[in-house]
């Protein structure tokens, strides 16, 4: 194997967005264009007790309840599990909130708007939700989200021997922020990865990522029209160039943009759809 490729499998997917509830519903999606029933504008994470639900936020939510999806697929006790969450825009609606409250005389910011604005906000209500114990990251690369939360959670997974969640999650950008930060849906998945052995090479999903010295945009993808405007505005979103592999019959690579100079070059050889 080469020193600067990494490899794991891809065990369970969870997800939540417009014109799905689920990744079987975003599987088909994918695969036929044909769209389901969604007309709630939130998830209702059930694992969030009622109290705190009521309270969440809505990129809270999202994430939550991509990750219950995927770990309940995947019969994993979530309390042992090690999770990345990342977000590539962040809770806008509560940034342009405090913004507003912090330009009045007043300047008394709401103690739980506060507390729900921190970034790690999704990896806080998830962890207590579940009493995981594991390490919980909160990551973030505007554009690039996906890439480097990909890169963290197979490093992770690889150097420790031990399966890892990965949650990508972004919400509608506040009104104010939409010139600059152009997102009208919502989006969430969840990934269960694991780390495979040498003797292991031909599990289904396996997936290789390697660090390249090149410059790349992400790629194109034929998507239905919802998934497309997602995919384009929702940083988070992105994430679909490498779902969109699942659901090929052959294996399949493509090129992400990390930064200026570096991509991340993924590899899925014998695709299968999880559950």
């Not at 088909?28 to 389901?36: C, D, I, K, P, S």
């Not at 052995?197 to 790629?219: G, H, I, K, R, Y």
């Not at 929702?234 to 200026?260: E, G, H, Y």
Request: proline content about 5%.
């Amino acid at each position: 194997m080469s020193d600067n490729i990494l490899r794991c499998s891809i065990k369970a997917v969870g997800g939540w967005g417009q014109n799905y509830t689920n990744w079987q519903e975003l599987s088909e999606l994918l695969t036929t264009g044909a769209t389901a029933e969604n007309t709630a504008s939130s998830p209702k994470p059930e694992i969030i007790p009622a109290n705190e639900r009521r309270r969440a936020p809505l990129p809270v939510k999202l994430a939550v309840e991509s990750s219950w999806q995927a770990t309940q697929s995947a019969g994993l006790d979530p309390k042992g599990l090690a999770c990345v969450f990342v977000s590539g825009l962040g809770d806008t609606q509560l940034t342009d909130y405090m913004c507003k409250v912090l330009a009045t005389e007043n300047m008394q910011l709401s103690p739980t708007k506060f507390h729900n604005s921190v970034h790690n906000a999704a990896a806080g209500y998830w962890t207590i939700s579940t009493g995981c114990m594991k390490a919980a990251n909160s990551v973030a690369g505007f554009n690039e989200s996906v890439s480097l939360a990909i890169l963290e959670a197979v490093t992770q997974c690889v150097q420790e021997q031990a399966p890892v969640q990965i949650t990508f999650y972004d919400a509608p950008s506040s009104e104010i922020l939409k010139p600059l930060l152009k997102n009208d849906q919502s989006f969430s998945a969840s990934l269960i990865i694991e780390p495979v052995l040498e003797s292991n090479q031909n599990d289904s999903n396996l997936l290789e990522m390697q660090l390249v010295s090149q410059a790349t945009e992400w790629p194109e993808l034929d998507l239905e029209t919802h998934l497309d405007t997602s995919y384009k505005q929702n940083p988070s979103a992105r994430i679909l160039a490498v779902l969109n592999m699942l659901t090929k019959d052959s294996a399949d690579t493509v090129l992400l943009p990390l930064s200026a100079e570096t991509s991340l070059q993924l590899t899925l050889h014998n695709p299968k759809l999880v559950n």
